[in-house]
Structure formats: C-alpha cells, structure tokens
C-alpha cells in the first residue's frame, strides 16, 4: 500500500478535527463524574420550559391546556374547510351547482366556527362563576 502526501494530510487533519471537536467534551467530562450532575441540567431545563419538578398541575390546568391545543386544532380544520371552499369556488369556472357547493363550504365552515367559540364562551363563564362560587378565583 502506497502512502502518499494526499493520505497522510488528510489522516492529520481528520486528527486535528476530532482533537478540536472532541476537547470541550474532555474539560467538561471532569466537572460532572455522576448522573446527579445530569440530572440537575435536567432539572433547570424543566424549569425553564414551566415542568418545574416542585410545580403541581391541578385538574383546571390541565383541562385548560387540553381545550387550547383542541381549539388549535380546530382553527387549521376550519382554515382548511376556508380553503377548501375557496379552491371549489376558483375552479367552479362558472358552473352555478359548483358556486353553491363552494359557498356551502365556505358558509358551513363559519356557523361551526362561530357555534364553536360559542359554546366554549359559555363553558368558560359556566366555569368562572363556578369558581368565583366556591372561592378559588
């Protein structure tokens, strides 16, 4: 096998590479010599994303965040029923039974919104009076 200067300035930089990549890994190895030490960076990044270990998550809270993430849900399906409808009407070219489908869409996908937005305003006033009732607001 025949060494030349191409392989051996390429095996020296790949050493030079991994010798600059792998250092900051070496320092910081001796800092941290058990998972404790993991654990705590664990800890700080949960807390800092609000899953504190010390944070209790009440029943409210998490029926509250559950109908955030439907409500999002919600939002790109009735986006999508917009498009739908708008996509049918644009290609409809002229055709009145297209239009009316079109407009079905578009008009079907409003009254689901505003029903929806409606029915959680009533939910949420339901709720806030019932805590205001037994104290907890």
Known sequence: MKVTKKKIVFVLLTIGFLTILLSPQIILAADCTSADCA??????????????????????????????????????????????????????????????????????????????FLAYALVYVMLFSMGGAIGSK
């Open 39 to 116: 654990l705590k960076g664990l800890d700080v990044t949960a807390t800092n994303a609000g899953f504190g270990a010390g944070e209790k998550r009440d029943i409210p809270t998490i029926i509250g965040e559950a109908i955030n993430y439907v409500f999002g849900i919600v939002g790109v399906i009735f986006l999508t029923i917009i498009l739908v409808g708008g996509y049918l009407w644009m290609t409809a070219g002229g055709s009145e039974e297209k239009v009316g489908k079109a407009k079905s869409f578009i008009v079907n996908g409003i009254n689901g919104i505003i029903v929806i």
